[in-house]
């Protein structure tokens, strides 16, 4: 098993511009998260998906932002567009049906310069 | 109010001894899991052990053991015989049932405990 993956591992771009991140959960699981850290929020839930639905977005910051989920395989999020303050490490997760185990992703470190 | 609380901002532990990281939570959903997962400096999240609020015993994963005492609301982690590579950020988390009128999947976590272990 693979594991989570997410890419890019690093993107570094100018204040304007749209950002994409990808992620690809784990084969099976039902549940796929998209979360972000902050020295000063800590880790804070964007948005997660069952079974490719979105179920709760009260988290994600403003119309810049948004997610998709296509298929069981794939996930993306989007910030069009991106801002200084968006500067963080995005991670993305996902669990099986029980909710007894969410593995992460590496995280995509996001710099908006 | 805080939903997951973790008072020690920073510990340091000597090699080979054990170590008890603390972690209150606050829910009053009868059915909620409580997770810990270690942060190295290198970034990732990686998951050490869960325990469900109806399990009967304390859940344990190799060194790791969460001391669960469910009437005081507390999920401490205790790492045994600690190891250089323990020396990371730890992160309690909270994942609330349907009746906490929240949203059921979310993992609520704490502010994390830096743990720095001495050779």
């Known amino acids: 098993d693979a594991g989570v993956i997410q890419s890019p591992r690093h993107e570094v771009t100018e204040m304007g511009q749209e950002v994409t991140l990808r992620c690809k959960p784990i084969s099976g699981h039902d549940y796929l998260f998209w979360y972000r850290q902050t020295m000063m929020r800590g880790l804070e839930l964007l948005i997660y998906?069952?079974?490719?639905?979105?179920?709760?977005d009260s988290g994600m910051p403003e119309d810049r932002f948004s997610a998709k989920m296509p298929n069981a395989s794939f996930s993306t999020l989007k910030i069009q567009p991106s801002e200084p303050r968006d500067s963080a490490v995005y991670f993305c997760?996902?669990?099986?049906?029980?909710?007894?185990?969410?593995?992460f992703g590496s995280g995509t470190r996001l710099t908006v310069v | 109010a805080q939903k997951i609380t973790q008072t020690q901002p920073g510990m340091f532990v000597q090699e080979k001894e054990a170590v008890t990281l603390d972690c209150t939570y606050d829910t009053s959903d009868p059915s909620y899991g409580l997770f810990w997962y270690k942060q190295p400096s290198s970034g990732e999240m990686i998951f050490l052990i869960y325990?469900?609020?109806?399990?009967?015993q304390n859940a344990t994963e190799g060194r790791y053991s969460l001391n669960f005492q469910k009437a005081r609301k507390s999920a401490n982690l205790v790492i045994s015989a600690s190891q250089l590579g323990d020396s990371a950020m730890y992160f309690c988390a909270m994942r609330e049932g349907r009746s906490s009128g929240g949203s059921q999947g979310n993992l609520i976590f704490g502010k994390g405990t830096k743990l720095s272990v001495k050779p």
């Open positions: 325990q469900g609020s109806y399990d009967q």
């Open positions: 997760a996902s669990s099986p049906w029980q909710l007894n185990g969410y593995t």
């Open positions: 998906f069952n079974n490719n639905v979105p179920i709760d």
